[in-house]
């Protein structure tokens, strides 16, 4: 049974920083890749980051290059996410996700449908 647990939410204020974890059980695929989503109330889950089964690749969507920074350990089977220069339009839950599959066209990562397991999300709160 594949498990996703994210932790590392909470409040902060513009301009801080907060790093999420994501510690998945049940899974060691080394293919495919390791995601952060966010959704913000009254919106759609939107992509934010992810990071090939290696770790040798990693994709941002362009409200967030520069600023955060995903990364994974496989001895330790954790996905983080480090967020800096926080915004108030950063504000979300949160949300870890993983699939074993592989992608021809990299676009198809950006997308929730791609993954085929979720954590149950982490909020992130970010004050002006």
């Known amino acids: 049974q594949v498990q996703l647990v994210e932790s590392g939410g909470g409040l902060v204020q513009a301009g801080g920083s907060l790093r999420l974890s994501c510690a998945a059980s049940?899974?060691?695929?080394?293919?495919?890749?390791m995601g952060w989503f966010r959704q913000a109330p009254g919106k759609e889950r939107e992509f934010v980051a992810r990071?090939?089964?290696?770790?040798?690749?990693?994709d941002y969507a362009d409200s967030v290059k520069g600023r955060f920074t995903i990364s994974r350990d496989n001895a330790k089977n954790t996905v983080d996410l480090q967020m800096n220069s926080l915004k108030p339009e950063d504000t979300a839950v949160y949300y870890c996700?993983?699939?074993?599959?592989?992608?021809?066209?990299?676009?198809?990562?950006?997308?929730?449908?791609?993954?085929?397991?979720w954590g149950q999300g982490t909020q992130v709160t970010v004050s002006s």
């Open positions: 049940g899974l060691t695929f080394r293919t495919g890749a």
């Open positions: 990071i090939s089964g290696s770790g040798g690749t990693t």
């Open positions: 996700a993983a699939t074993p599959a592989l992608f021809a066209a990299l676009s198809t990562y950006y997308r929730a449908a791609a993954y085929m397991y």
